[in-house]
Structures are given as structure tokens and as C-alpha cells.
């Protein structure tokens, strides 16, 4: 798996409290332009979330990304995005209901 372009981040890099609050999804989209859900899973042992995005209007939760993060010491030392296309390799459903 390749990650996004720009979307990896180490400790070291100051990035990585910048990609917090998008995994969490504070910043990942403005205010308003609708609901998220994270659903808990794993890729290669390490911890992930899949993020779904259901837009106003719309009444299932789409497929958005794929963030697995890398724990070092009970702390994450690094968040790597990937785009839908490893959600369908990994066999993850595209699309989710409330």
C-alpha cells in the first residue's frame, strides 16, 4: 500500500497534531457539510479507522478514507491516509447505513 501525497506524518514533523484533529474529524471537512463515521478496523496488525462521509441530503454514509495509524510506546508516532481504492482491496463496505 502507498499512502496519499501528503498524507503521512512522524512525530517529529509537527504534522502529526495537525492530522489529529482531522482523524478525529474536526477539520477533515467545514462545519456543515456533514456527518462522519469512523469505524474502528486494522490493516497489517496496526490500528485504523475507516472514514465515512454521508453529505446533507443524502441518507447513507460514502466511503472517504482509510487512516492506520503506527503506535509506538502506547502513542501514535504516525498516521498514514489512504484513498478508497485500499477500502475495496481490504474488502471494506463502500457505503454504510445510519
Not at 51 to 63: D, I, T
Request: proline residues 9%.
Amino acid at each position: 500500500m502507498v499512502g496519499l501525497p501528503g498524507g503521512r506524518a512522524g512525530r517529529r514533523g509537527g504534522a502529526l497534531a495537525l492530522l489529529i484533529p482531522s482523524l478525529c474529524l474536526l477539520a477533515a471537512v467545514p462545519p456543515g457539510e456533514g456527518d462522519w463515521l469512523l469505524v474502528p478496523t486494522a490493516v497489517n496488525r496496526m490500528p485504523a479507522a475507516a472514514s465515512y462521509l454521508r453529505r446533507p441530503g443524502e441518507s447513507v454514509f460514502s466511503a472517504y478514507k482509510l487512516d492506520v495509524l503506527r503506535v509506538e510506546a502506547d502513542r501514535i508516532a504516525e498516521i498514514t491516509t489512504f484513498g478508497v481504492s485500499e477500502l475495496v482491496r481490504l474488502g471494506v463496505p463502500l457505503v454504510r447505513t445510519p
